[in-house]
């Protein structure tokens, strides 16, 4: 098994940055890959950006130029960077983790990943 815990969320201005944390524990070695997705109220789960063991990540058009993922292998932690941050990213954020998958995987629908974290509330203010 693979634990979750997401930090960092809270109110910011339009325009404002925000940085979230995932400490990731258990059995890490299974992990290929990890990702963010997000949540507003009345919709579904969007993805986010994931960043892939064997290299590479992928963001949302919608997040592409403003977050950025990153890990610390050393501190078992994934990141979050969020700047420019808008209203319409105001949503709770999920931190997720994927075993390995045979085939090229993208991670980047919620099928793809077999842990998640309880979610952190990130408000946006106009």
């Known amino acids: 098994q693979v634990q979750l815990v997401e930090s960092g969320g809270g109110l910011v201005q339009a325009g404002g940055s925000l940085r979230l944390s995932c400490v990731v524990s258990?059995?890490?070695?299974?992990?290929?890959?990890m990702g963010w997705f997000r949540q507003a109220p009345g919709k579904e789960r969007e993805f986010v950006t994931t960043i892939r063991w064997r290299g590479g990540t992928t963001y949302a058009d919608s997040v592409k130029g403003r977050f950025t993922i990153s890990r610390d292998n050393a501190k078992n932690t994934l990141y979050l960077q969020m700047n420019s941050l808008k209203p319409e990213d105001t949503a709770v954020y999920y931190c997720?983790?994927?075993?390995?998958?045979?085939?090229?995987?993208?991670?980047?629908?919620?099928?793809?990943?077999?842990?998640w974290g309880q979610g952190t509330q990130v408000t946006v203010s106009s």
């Open positions: 258990g059995r890490t070695f299974s992990i290929s890959a």
């Open positions: 997720a983790a994927a075993n390995a998958r045979a085939g090229t995987i993208i991670y980047s629908t919620p099928g793809d990943y077999d842990y």
